[in-house]
C-alpha cells in the first residue's frame, strides 16, 4: 500500500518549510526512514507551540524629523532571529516609525532611558506586548551600546551598532537587550552566552558563528529558554488554521504509531 500526505509548516516569520513525505512498506522495515517520519513530525509538534516577538522600531531624529537614527531600518533581523530560534521564537520587526524630540538623539542616564520609554507619545505601540525598540545616536557618550529594561518592554540601541568593527556591526547588541526585556540578567559564566555582558562575550560576524553552528556564540541555557518564553511579550504565532489543522494531524499520527508500535519516542 502507498499513501501519501503532504503538509506546510510555517515556522518563522520568512520561513516556510515543505515537507512531502512519501511513505510505502518501506518504512515498516527501515528504522532511518521511520526515524526521518518520527523527526518530522516532531517539528510539526515544536511548530504547533511556535511563538513571536513583534517589535515596533522607532528612530529618533530631532525636532525638525531631520538626522533620523539607522533610518535605513536595519535590525541584524537574520542573526538576531537565529539567536532566537533557540527558544523557537520569531522575532518579527513592524515598519520604523518616527520620534521627534532633539533632546532624545542622545541619552546619559537611566534618567534619560526611563523617560524615553515610559513617556506617552515617544513612538510606542499601542500594543502592551508590542516590545519598543529606540534607536538613537549615542547612549553615554558612546561608551553603551544598548538598554534594555530587566523584564519589562524598551531598548534603547545606539548607532555605534552599525559602525562597530570598521561597519561589520555588533550584530548580538539587539538579541541581547531583547533578552533583557524577556527578564535574562546577565551571566559572567562563559563568552559564548548571549548574557554575558557586552565587556566579556564573543560577538557573532555573522549567522554561521551563532549556537549551534561554528564556534557557538550567543548561546540560550534551557533555564534562559524557559524564563524568557514565560513573558508576556512572546505571543503564540497566528497561525493560518489549515496549518494549525495539518500540524495538529501530524502530532495525533505519532502518537497512534506510538501505540500501534509500543516503542518510546523521547519526545
Ligand atoms: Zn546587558
Same mark, same amino acid.
Request: charged share 10%.
Given at each position: 500500500m502507498t499513501f501519501r500526505y503532504f503538509f506546510v509548516l510555517r #515556522?518563522?516569520?520568512h520561513q516556510i518549510l515543505h515537507y512531502y513525505i512519501e511513505m510505502n512498506g518501506l518504512l515498516r522495515t527501515n528504522p532511518m526512514l521511520r526515524s526521518i517520519l518520527i523527526s518530522t513530525f516532531f517539528f510539526a509538534c515544536h511548530a504547533f507551540g511556535a511563538s513571536i516577538i513583534v517589535v515596533q522600531p522607532i528612530s529618533v531624529c530631532n525636532d525638525a524629523g531631520?538626522?533620523?537614527?539607522?533610518s535605513a531600518g536595519q535590525y541584524f533581523e537574520a542573526e538576531t532571529d537565529k539567536i532566537w530560534n533557540q527558544a523557537d521564537i520569531d522575532i518579527s520587526f513592524l515598519p520604523l516609525t518616527e520620534f521627534h524630540n532633539s533632546s532624545f538623539q542622545s541619552i546619559n542616564s537611566n534618567t534619560d532611558f526611563v523617560s524615553l520609554v515610559n513617556t506617552?507619545? @515617544?513612538?510606542? @505601540?499601542? =500594543? +502592551?506586548t508590542v516590545l519598543n525598540m529606540w534607536f538613537l545616536k549615542e547612549i553615554d557618550s558612546g561608551t553603551v551600546s544598548g538598554l534594555g529594561f530587566l523584564g519589562a518592554n524598551g531598548v534603547a540601541i545606539a548607532d555605534s551598532i552599525f559602525t562597530f568593527a570598521d561597519g561589520a556591526g555588533r550584530r548580538d547588541t539587539i538579541a541581547h537587550e531583547i533578552g533583557h526585556n524577556l527578564n535574562l540578567d546577565h551571566t559572567n559564566?562563559?563568552?559564548?552566552? #548571549?548574557?554575558?555582558p557586552g565587556s566579556l562575550r564573543l560577538k557573532p =560576524?555573522? =549567522? #554561521?558563528?551563532i549556537f549551534p553552528d561554528? $564556534?557557538? $556564540? +550567543?548561546q540560550l541555557t534551557a533555564a534562559e529558554i524557559a524564563t524568557a518564553q514565560s513573558s508576556p511579550l512572546v505571543v503564540p504565532v497566528p497561525e493560518p488554521a489549515s496549518y494549525a489543522a495539518l500540524a495538529l494531524i501530524g502530532c495525533l499520527l505519532v502518537v497512534v504509531r506510538r501505540r500501534f508500535q509500543g516503542v518510546a519516542i523521547s519526545m
Open positions: #515556522l518563522g516569520n531631520g538626522d533620523c537614527s539607522n506617552p507619545g @515617544h513612538g510606542q @505601540h499601542a =500594543t +502592551s559564566e562563559s563568552n559564548l552566552r #548571549l548574557m554575558a =560576524t555573522n =549567522t #554561521l558563528n561554528g $564556534v557557538g $556564540v +550567543s
